[in-house]
């Protein structure tokens, strides 16, 4: 991404009145964020979305002027910035309607991994969430390494699985609720740091955010669309975590909860969700691994013998029953897009199809398998 690039795609994040949905729906009418800026007022004003608020703003020197501090902050800080058309941008988050158009990282990780599972939970942490997190971070080691632990680096459940992380030697990211210009909270940033090596650190907020209430709950959906699936360790019956597994579910994630005694006030909010059929029971890695169908061995099928088998294949049928053909035991679907290089919302329906006509067959964990 150019200076100049990434001046307007910061530029956008900062006029008035376009949040993450709006900016894309304007963005697929004029196809680039230069546009915005340069284009003449009146063929601005017949774009869908566009309102005169966001014209106003649009021409405000202040924007581009805050964007133009954020590049200088971005670049004395090994700050990666990554638009959502970016090839490096979290695949994941492209099906997420009200994903970032922009997000900042810092640090040494791959963000598009084979595997990502978010483990978050209470801030109020007891000595069983504790013990329970750093098994399953640990298990979860020692049979998928490679694997990517996301949380929000808040006390409690978050900076144990972040630590197990590090301790089991696996990447790890947080997702922050303010700028990258300081950690919150102050205590975790030794931490912070070690993640850098392995793993990093992640928001959508520029430069000088403070870590507000109200971010927390809007950095959620990040924590919730970045990965595969979300494990809730801890909470009580109202809080962060379960507005988080929330959010997953409404994604199509799949949402997993560890139960606890019932007489346990950050056990409460899991057996909830558990007895509400809002998340599945797990008490190990190998629980998580088995309902999302992970349990997978390569084989590779000769793309001739595909092609008498289903002649009648259209180019994306094709493509796709070729990935497949590769996964016996299955693919998730998160990651069939990333291997086809194609949004979810675009695989949804061919996958159906193929499925009507017995090309393929959809398991639970949203697996697809050949036959």
Same mark, same amino acid.
């Given at each position: 991404?150019?200076?100049?690039?990434?001046?307007?795609?910061?530029?956008?994040?900062?006029?008035?009145?376009?949040?993450?949905?709006?900016?894309?729906?304007?963005?697929?009418?004029?196809?680039?964020?230069?546009?915005?800026?340069?284009?003449?007022?009146?063929?601005?004003?017949?774009?869908?979305?566009?309102?005169?608020?966001?014209?106003?703003?649009?021409?405000?020197?202040?924007?581009?002027?805050?964007?133009?501090?954020?590049?200088?902050?971005?670049?004395?800080?090994?700050?990666?910035?990554?638009?959502?058309?970016?090839?490096?941008?979290?695949?994941?988050?492209?099906?997420?309607?009200?994903?970032?158009?922009?997000?900042?990282?810092?640090?040494?990780?791959?963000?598009?991994?084979?595997?990502?599972?978010?483990?978050?939970?209470?801030?109020?942490?007891?000595?069983?969430?504790?013990?329970?997190?750093?098994?399953?971070?640990?298990?979860?080691?020692?049979?998928?390494?490679?694997?990517?632990?996301?949380?929000?680096?808040?006390?409690?459940?978050?900076?144990?699985?972040?630590?197990?992380?590090?301790?089991?030697?696996?990447?790890?990211?947080?997702?922050?609720?303010?700028?990258?210009?300081?950690?919150?909270?102050?205590?975790?940033?030794?931490?912070?740091?070690?993640?850098?090596?392995?793993?990093?650190?992640?928001?959508?907020?520029?430069?000088?955010?403070?870590?507000?209430?109200?971010?927390?709950?809007?950095?959620?959906?990040?924590?919730?669309?970045?990965?595969?699936?979300?494990?809730?360790?801890?909470?009580?019956?109202?809080?962060?975590?379960?507005?988080?597994?929330?959010?997953?579910?409404?994604?199509?994630?799949?949402?997993?909860?560890?139960?606890?005694?019932?007489?346990?006030?950050?056990?409460?909010?899991?057996?909830?969700?558990?007895?509400?059929?809002?998340?599945?029971?797990? %008490?190990?890695?190998?629980?998580?691994?088995?309902?999302?169908?992970? %349990?997978?061995?390569?084989?590779?099928?000769?793309?001739?013998?595909?092609?008498?088998?289903?002649?009648?294949?259209?180019?994306?049928?094709?493509?796709?029953?070729?990935?497949?053909?590769?996964?016996?035991?299955?693919l998730q679907i998160n990651l069939l897009a990333i291997q086809a290089n194609l949004p979810i919302s675009k695989l949804s329906m061919t996958l159906f199809e193929m499925e009507m006509n017995g090309v393929i067959r959809c398991l639970p964990g949203g697996v697809y398998r050949v036959g």
């Amino acid at each position: 991404m150019t200076n100049q690039n990434l001046l307007y795609n910061i530029g956008l994040t900062l006029v008035k009145g376009v949040g993450d949905i709006i900016a894309k729906q304007i963005l697929q009418s004029v196809g680039d964020t230069e546009v915005l800026f340069k284009e003449k007022k009146r063929l601005l004003e017949r774009i869908p979305g566009i309102t005169p608020r966001i014209l106003n703003s649009l021409r405000d020197p202040n924007v581009l002027n805050r964007a133009e501090k954020e590049i200088d902050f971005i670049r004395k800080n090994s700050i990666q910035a990554l638009f959502f058309k970016d090839e490096h941008y979290p695949k994941r988050l492209n099906d997420c309607i009200d994903a970032p158009v922009l997000l900042y990282c810092k640090g040494n990780v791959e963000l598009n991994p084979s595997k990502i599972i978010s483990i978050i939970g209470t801030r109020h942490a007891t000595e069983y969430g504790k013990e329970v997190t750093e098994k399953i971070v640990s298990e979860m080691a020692g049979i998928y390494p490679d694997a990517l632990i996301v949380s929000g680096l808040a006390y409690g459940i978050d900076i144990i699985a972040h630590k197990a992380a590090l301790k089991a030697q696996m990447s790890t990211i947080g997702v922050l609720a303010h700028g990258l210009d300081r950690i919150y909270p102050p205590l975790h940033r030794s931490i912070a740091v070690s993640m850098l090596q392995h793993g990093g650190v992640l928001t959508d907020f520029l430069s000088q955010t403070n870590p507000d209430r109200q971010n927390f709950v809007k950095r959620n959906r990040i924590v919730a669309g970045i990965s595969d699936c979300t494990l809730v360790v801890e909470s009580a019956l109202k809080g962060g975590a379960l507005i988080t597994a929330e959010i997953a579910s409404s994604y199509g994630r799949d949402v997993f909860a560890v139960p606890g005694r019932i007489n346990s006030l950050y056990s409460q909010g899991c057996n909830k969700i558990i007895r509400e059929n809002k998340a599945a029971l797990v %008490e190990s890695a190998e629980d998580i691994i088995k309902a999302m169908c992970w %349990e997978t061995k390569v084989e590779k099928v000769p793309t001739a013998i595909q092609q008498q088998l289903f002649p009648n294949l259209n180019e994306q049928e094709q493509l796709l029953y070729n990935i497949l053909s590769q996964h016996r035991e299955g693919l998730q679907i998160n990651l069939l897009a990333i291997q086809a290089n194609l949004p979810i919302s675009k695989l949804s329906m061919t996958l159906f199809e193929m499925e009507m006509n017995g090309v393929i067959r959809c398991l639970p964990g949203g697996v697809y398998r050949v036959g």
